[in-house]
């Protein structure tokens, strides 16, 4: 059995998968789903999408739920969003626990990963804090923890909506990209044969007029 899951996590004695890890201009903020809410129709699968080696790679669960279906043959995002199972909460009130004994809030683990895109020494923190074996310094994380209040203006299902739309245009990008990385790499090959193949098709012969026979001379 793995030593870790990525996406699952704890809102006070509640299990939850985390969909979104931050919310666009809210990262003080996270999508959760309380799995023990849901009913095996979407459990299931949802939790075999997480234990999947593209889950477990993937930076936002919501990206492979995307993919992935509920027993029924539906998307399992879209039918999270549409029954109102995706609920909104602060990253400091969600628990991870990325390896054995360990527990880290999930603010403290966003910031982490941040740096380590970032190209910072986030690799060192996470070795200091698998040595602690156990809760972060409650000191340490108010240290670092972002400062911004929750926004209570846009409606849950606006937020949902908002999230989803985003996630698709950034795959949309990639795609986009990958395509045209492929069709230069078309245009090279098809190049290069042609290359190959003037270069082994061999010329013409050029003939030439023929000179007229010289006259006879009789004597």
């Known amino acids: 059995m793995a030593n870790f899951l990525r996406h699952i996590g704890q809102v006070g004695d509640r299990k939850v998968a985390v969909i979104f890890r931050e919310v666009p201009n809210e990262p003080h903020m ?3 789903v ?3 809410l849901l ?15 593209s ?8 990206d492979q739920l995307n993919r992935s279906y509920t027993n029924d043959g539906k998307i399992i995002l879209q039918v999270l969003h549409h029954e109102g199972m995706m609920k909104k909460v602060n990253t400091d009130q969600v628990m ?14 966003n910031t982490m990963l941040d740096e380590m895109e970032k190209g910072e ?16 310094d409650p000191a340490d994380v108010a240290r670092r923890m972002r400062g ?10 606006a937020l ?14 990639r795609m986009a990209n990958e395509a045209k990385g492929l069709l230069a790499e078309s245009e090279r090959l098809r190049n290069e044969a042609q290359g190959i193949i003037a270069l082994n098709t061999p010329e013409p012969v050029k003939r030439g007029r023929g000179r007229p026979a010289k006259a006879s001379v009789t004597g």
């Open 34 to 36: 309380y799995t023990q």
């Open 55 to 62: 889950g477990q790679s993937a930076k936002d669960l919501a």
């Open 96 to 109: 991870m626990t990325p390896a054995p004994n360990t527990k880290i809030r999930l603010n403290e683990l």
């Open 121 to 136: 020494s986030a690799v060192r923190r996470l070795a200091e804090m698998d040595a602690s074996r156990g809760l972060q």
């Open 148 to 157: 911004e209040q929750p926004s209570t203006d846009a409606s849950m299902g």
């Open 160 to 173: 949902a909506d908002d999230v989803i739309a985003k996630n698709l245009l950034v795959q949309a990008e």
């Open 30 to 32: 996270c999508i959760v």
């Open 39 to 53: 009913n095996r129709n979407i459990h299931d699968p949802l939790m075999s999408a997480i234990e999947s080696p």
